[in-house]
C-alpha cells in the first residue's frame, strides 16, 4: 500500500466475497459497494455521535465535522492499516459536563485537549519501545473481557430504545437479519442500512417522526467552531478518561486482529497516536473527544468488510454532511425505535467479539485467575457499576476494564508467590485433542464468529 494506505487490491471480482473470507484492509470491493459499505458506516455510528454533544449541550455538526475528519487522519497516521471510525466517546460525558459548571465549554474543550495530548503520549511511547509491554498488561483475558462489556455495557441502551417503540424496534432487527442471510450481493452486505431505512419508513407510517426543526434549517451552512481554554483544575477529571480510551483503542484493535486473521500489534502506538490526534483537533475546534467505534465494528462482523477505502468514503461523507444543518437535523430525528433495533444486532455482536478472542487465544477457564477476571469484569460492565469521586463518575467500561487488569496481575502476582495455581492460562486439548468432533466443531464455531 501507499503510505497513505489508499493503493486497494481489488478483492476478488470485486462484487461477491466468498466464504470464509473478508476483504482485508489493503482490499476492497466493487466501488459502488465501497461506497455502499462507508455510508452504512456513517449511518450506525450517528445515534451515539450525535447523542454526546446532545448530552453536553455542544453543536452537534461540529461533531460530525471533527468526526469525519479525525477519521481521515487516523487513516493517514495508520497508513490505512486499521480500518476504524472515530466517533464521540462516552467516557467524555462526565468530565465535560462537570468542568463546564466551573469553566463554561471552552474549559471542557481545554480537557478534551489535554486528554488527546496524553493519549497520543502513551501512543507514542508504545510505538517506540512495542507493544509488548502492552501485551503483557493486557493479555487475551484482558482483552477479551474489555472487548465483550464494551458491547454489553451498551445493552441497557439499546433496550431503551427499543422500549421506546418495541414495533418499530422489532421490525428494523428482523429486517437487518433477514436481509443479511436472505439476500446476495450489495442487499445483503448492507443488510444493516436497508434495517435501518425500513424501521425509518415505519416509523413514518405510524407517525413517530417529527420533522419541525428539519423544516425550517438551512440546506447549507458552516458548523460552530469554538476554542479551547485551559485550566489546571480540569486536569484531574480528564486523566482518568485517557485509561479508558486506551482500554477502548487496545480492544478494538485487538478485535479487528481477531476478525482479519492479520497481527496488529505493531501499529497500536500509531492507533494511539491517532486517536489522540484526533481528540486534539477535535477539542480546539468545539468538538467532542473521539474514541475508536464499537458500532462500527459490528459493521466490519456483519459485512465481512474492513477495507479502509470504505472508512474513507465514510469520513469524506460525514464532513460534507456536517455542512448541511438541514441533513444534521434529519438525523436527528431518526427515532429511538430504529436505533434500538439496529443497536440491539450491533452491540451483541460486540460483546461476541470479546468470546471470540477468547476462543481463538485458547483461554482456559479452568485456570481460576481467568474464571475471576472475566467474571467479575463482565458483570461490573454490563450492570453498569458506578463510582463517584466528587464530580467524576467512573462508570461500567472504566470499572470493568480496572477490575480486569487489577484482579489479574492481583492474582497472578499472588499466585506465583505461593505457587497454588497449577492450571496453565490457555487449553490447546480441546481442540487439539483426540475427539475430531470437537475439533470440527471448534473450527466451524470460530469461523461462525
Do not use: C
Amino acid at each position: 500500500m501507499s503510505m497513505l494506505g489508499t493503493k486497494w487490491k481489488l478483492h476478488g471480482n470485486g462484487k461477491a466475497i466468498r466464504p470464509g473470507e473478508v476483504v482485508r484492509p489493503d482490499e476492497r470491493l466493487a466501488w459502488p459497494l465501497t461506497i455502499g459499505v462507508g455510508m452504512q458506516h456513517v449511518v450506525a455510528m450517528f445515534g451515539a455521535t450525535f447523542l454526546v454533544p446532545i448530552i453536553t449541550g455542544m453543536p452537534p455538526a461540529t461533531t460530525l465535522f471533527f468526526s469525519g475528519i479525525g477519521t481521515l487522519l487516523f487513516l493517514v497516521i495508520t497508513k490505512g492499516q486499521v480500518p476504524s471510525y472515530l466517533g464521540s466517546s462516552f467516557a467524555f460525558i462526565a468530565p465535560i459536563m462537570a468542568s463546564q459548571q466551573q469553566y463554561g465549554v471552552a474549559g471542557a474543550l481545554g480537557g478534551v485537549v489535554l486528554a488527546g495530548v496524553g493519549l497520543a503520549v502513551i501512543g507514542a511511547v508504545v510505538q517506540k519501545f512495542g507493544a509488548g509491554w502492552i501485551n503483557r498488561l493486557m493479555p487475551p483475558i484482558v482483552t477479551g473481557a474489555i472487548v465483550g462489556l464494551i458491547g454489553l455495557n451498551l445493552a441497557p441502551a439499546a433496550k431503551a430504545n427499543f422500549d421506546a417503540a418495541p414495533i418499530t424496534a422489532l421490525i428494523t432487527l428482523a429486517t437487518i437479519i433477514v436481509v443479511s442471510v436472505f439476500f446476495r450481493g450489495i442487499l445483503g452486505r448492507l443488510s444493516i442500512l436497508v434495517g435501518v431505512v425500513a424501521g425509518y419508513l415505519v416509523a413514518m407510517i405510524r407517525g413517530e417522526v417529527d420533522f419541525t426543526k428539519m423544516d425550517s434549517a438551512a440546506w447549507v451552512g458552516l458548523p460552530f467552531f469554538q476554542t479551547p481554554e485551559f485550566h489546571i483544575g480540569v486536569v484531574g477529571l480528564f486523566v482518568p478518561v485517557v485509561l479508558v480510551l486506551v482500554a477502548e483503542n487496545i480492544g478494538h484493535v485487538k478485535s479487528v486482529s481477531a476478525m482479519t486473521g492479520q497481527n496488529l500489534d505493531g501499529v497500536s502506538g500509531r492507533a494511539l497516536m491517532a486517536d489522540g490526534a484526533a481528540t486534539v483537533l477535535a477539542g480546539m475546534g468545539g468538538g467532542s473527544g473521539t474514541t475508536t467505534y464499537a458500532e462500527n465494528i459490528g459493521v466490519m462482523a456483519a459485512t465481512k468488510v474492513y477495507s479502509t477505502a470504505a472508512y474513507w468514503v465514510a469520513g469524506v461523507f460525514a464532513v460534507v454532511l456536517s455542512f448541511s444543518p438541514k441533513f444534521g437535523e434529519l438525523i436527528a430525528t431518526v427515532p429511538a425505535g430504529v436505533l434500538g433495533g439496529a443497536a440491539t444486532m450491533l452491540y451483541g455482536m460486540i460483546g461476541v467479539l470479546g468470546v471470540k478472542i477468547w476462543v481463538q487465544n485458547k483461554v482456559n477457564f479452568s485456570n481460576p485467575i481467568n474464571l475471576t477476571t472475566a467474571a467479575v469484569a463482565l458483570i461490573v460492565g454490563i450492570a453498569d457499576y458506578t463510582w463517584t469521586i466528587g464530580d467524576l463518575v467512573f462508570t461500567g467500561i472504566a470499572l470493568g476494564s480496572a477490575a480486569a487488569l487489577v484482579i489479574y496481575h492481583g492474582m497472578t502476582a499472588i499466585a506465583k508467590v505461593r505457587g497454588t495455581v497449577a492450571e496453565p492460562e490457555t487449553d490447546t486439548t480441546w481442540v487439539s485433542g483426540s475427539r475430531p468432533s470437537l475439533r470440527r466443531a471448534a473450527v466451524r464455531a470460530a469461523r461462525w464468529l
